[in-house]
């Protein structure tokens, strides 16, 4: 089984400055894992995705992730947000080896203002 | 290329009535997926199905929930005798095949369900 933790429920930012969004996960199996957005009202939007290789992936509007084996992290970077960012985030992991359920965290609240 | 739809987009119904929410996958896509989000959570994972077969209904609740995907036509979460507990958002994703290496699922706009 594998969980997922997003201590902040909540992040505000202003404008242009740096943010990260922090993910924590606990699987007794090896994982795959991704970023999601979710605007108002929409369904999710795949940010990024780690499968393997670099720990360090690049995803769409200039999100970017690092995935830390010795840490169970995978925490989510932008280093310059714009107001269109303000969305929720959902971290979430797919085991490796069976199954096709993704197991998401609660959630980050973005809310970037001016 | 139109995305996963969903319908209806809110839905209201009063306890004890009967919910049916449909989910058309992706053109190309056979897998479905069902979570269920509800409010100041995650969301959780509820059943895959393919056509005309249930592949993982973990986490579906044993009674009151069920879920098809027919050979023609979409798929459908139905809820029967409602509760206000079952009030939340309903999302549908879809993915082409069932690879477990990617773990891609593309997601519909949901459906948030209010029982009054």
């Known amino acids: 089984a594998q969980s997922v933790t997003q201590l902040d429920s909540q992040v505000p930012v202003f404008e242009e400055a740096p943010v990260e969004l922090r993910c924590n996960y606990s699987?007794?199996?090896?994982?795959?894992l991704f970023w999601y957005v979710q605007y108002p009202n929409q369904g999710l939007q795949l940010l990024l995705k780690?499968?393997?290789?670099?720990?360090l992936v690049k995803g769409i509007n200039g999100f970017e992730a690092e995935f830390n084996k010795s840490q169970t992290s995978f925490h989510l970077r932008k280093p310059s947000v714009h107001i269109s960012d303000t969305a929720e985030y959902f971290c979430?992991?797919?085991?490796?080896?069976?199954?096709?359920?993704?197991?998401f965290g609660t959630g980050t609240q973005l809310k970037v203002e001016l | 290329n139109a995305g996963v739809m969903q319908n209806p987009r809110h839905l209201v119904r009063r306890r004890g009535q009967e919910a049916r929410l449909r989910c058309s996958p992706m053109?190309?896509?056979?897998?479905v997926y069902w979570y269920r989000q509800l409010p100041e959570e995650g969301l959780k994972f509820m059943v895959y199905?393919?056509?005309?077969?249930?592949?993982?209904e973990s986490g579906m609740p044993k009674e009151r929930f069920s879920a098809e995907f027919p050979k023609e036509g979409p798929s459908i979460l139905r809820i029967q005798q409602v509760v206000r507990g079952d009030s939340a958002a309903y999302f549908c994703?879809?993915?082409?095949?069932?690879?477990?290496?990617?773990?891609?699922?593309?997601f519909g706009p949901g459906t948030r369900l209010t029982v009054t």
């Open positions: 994703a879809s993915s082409p095949i069932g690879d477990r290496a990617y773990g891609e699922q593309y």
């Open positions: 699987s007794s199996v090896s994982v795959y």
């Open positions: 780690y499968l393997s290789g670099s720990t």
């Open positions: 979430a992991v797919i085991s490796t080896g069976g199954g096709n359920k993704l197991t």
């Open positions: 053109k190309g896509h056979s897998h």
């Open positions: 199905l393919q056509k005309e077969n249930i592949i993982d």
